[in-house]
């Protein structure tokens, strides 16, 4: 099992819609979770970060569910500009702090 | 706001060739990182570095070396590069060891072993 699995997709999606994808890991001692994004043959940057709460961002969601050990990107009102690549990231939950990169959700959002 | 700086920005080279990817970062970050990416796929951590001085080999660190003589610079030595290492290379850091800190990439080297 992957240590953060993603659904590659693509998600096609048309603007205006509400599209959510989740990620799931398998380290319990996870502590840290975040969700970048990456355009195309760009470098990712930070989306969000993902707190125990869910916390919100404008149009993006971000939940956790430690129990189930999966965390979900809710985005509302899609627009053009949304597609990308959306990478889960979870931290090794060592000391060492690595962070464990899920191979991303490609989002393509439609006219 | 330089950030971090990759060079360079695309690459060929023929294998068997040696070459080092540079590194740099003006945050005065601690922590720095390097990635690899193949299509399609998630990022893979070659080597890390938690301060000056201080190396730990990640994920896939055979084949690659890397040093840390300053806080600023954390260059990628390839020493006898094969077509496996084709990839895209992203160099990271943050600032703090711990929980919540963003790393902040460069915008990453295209390398292509012939």
């Known amino acids: 099992r992957k240590e953060v699995e993603q659904d590659p997709g693509p998600f096609n999606v048309p603007e205006g819609a509400t599209v959510a994808f989740n990620c799931t890991y398998s380290n319990s001692a996870s502590q840290s979770f975040f969700w970048y994004r990456q355009d195309c043959r760009k470098e990712p940057k930070l989306l969000m970060s993902v707190y125990s709460s869910g916390n919100e961002d404008g149009r993006f969601t971000a939940q956790l569910n430690r129990a189930s050990q999966y965390i979900s990107l809710l985005i509302r009102d899609s627009k053009l500009s949304d597609s990308a690549t959306y990478l889960c990231?979870?931290?090794?939950?060592?000391?060492?702090?690595?962070?464990?990169w899920g191979a991303g959700t490609k989002l393509i959002i439609k006219p | 706001n330089a950030g971090v700086t990759q060079t360079p920005k695309f690459q060929v080279l023929k294998t068997g060739q040696s070459m080092t990817l540079q590194c740099a970062q003006d945050?005065?970050?601690?922590?720095m990182y390097w990635y690899r990416q193949d299509p399609g796929m998630g990022l893979k951590l070659i080597y890390y570095s938690v301060g000056a001085g201080i190396t730990d080999k990640g994920e896939v660190p055979n084949g690659y070396n890397v040093s840390r003589s300053t806080t600023e610079d954390f260059p990628l030595r390839l020493e006898l590069a094969a077509p496996s290492q084709t990839s895209v290379y992203f160099c990271?850091?943050?600032?703090?060891?711990?929980?919540?800190?963003?790393?902040?990439f460069g915008q990453g080297t295209r390398l292509t072993v012939v």
């Open positions: 945050m005065n970050h601690n922590s």
């Open positions: 990231v979870v931290n090794s939950g060592d000391s060492n702090y690595q962070l464990i």
């Open positions: 990271a850091s943050s600032s703090i060891r711990g929980r919540n800190t963003e790393a902040f």
